[in-house]
């Protein structure tokens, strides 16, 4: 098992661009060649894959540069939204992004199609999703009934 590098603040506004695990990153463009900004979306999200939180204390706010690839497909279904990266070398897991098939989602899951119209989260995910990201999620038409799910155009198996 490879270690992780431990997370590390620039600043608030940084004037140059960011290596792998450190922050504070608005978007791809603050990170390095080959890295992704990674947007923490709720409180207590210890940070991007192949980086440590050990030794550090954060702001729940401050986002941090990733290798995409570095461990990104990893995780477990959750209920707040994770940015892993385009295109992923793995199926991913309920709330994770960026899909863009039902096959890029695991089991039962499906991708949820975002649009310029249509900027909301996939049902049962909170957070703030990423501009024109599509997300796996767990479609329950108990949960949200048919007239939600065709209002933001899914077609589940359910209806």
């Given at each position: 098992v490879k270690d992780k590098e431990k997370l590390s603040f620039v600043?608030?506004?940084?004037?140059?661009?960011?290596?792998?695990?450190?922050?504070?990153?608005?978007t791809d463009k603050d990170c390095g060649y080959g890295l992704s900004c990674y947007y923490r979306s709720y409180a207590g999200d210890l940070g991007p894959p192949g980086c440590s939180d050990e030794y550090i204390q954060f702001d729940d706010?401050?986002?941090y540069c990733y290798e995409v690839n570095d461990g990104g497909c990893t995780g477990t279904d959750s209920d707040y939204l994770v940015d892993i990266g385009k295109d992923p070398p793995c199926t991913l897991h309920n709330c994770q992004g960026?899909?863009?098939?039902?096959?890029?989602?695991?089991d039962e899951l499906q991708c949820f199609q975002r649009s310029d119209t249509n900027d909301i989260a996939p049902p049962g995910c909170t957070g703030n999703p990423k501009s024109n990201w599509d997300y796996c999620f767990k479609v329950a038409c108990d949960d949200y009934g048919s007239d939600y799910l065709e209002q933001v155009d899914i077609e589940p198996a359910c209806l």
């Open positions: 600043g608030k506004e940084p004037t140059c661009l960011l290596q792998k695990c450190q922050g504070n990153c608005d706010e401050w986002n960026d899909c863009n098939t039902d096959d890029d989602c695991r």
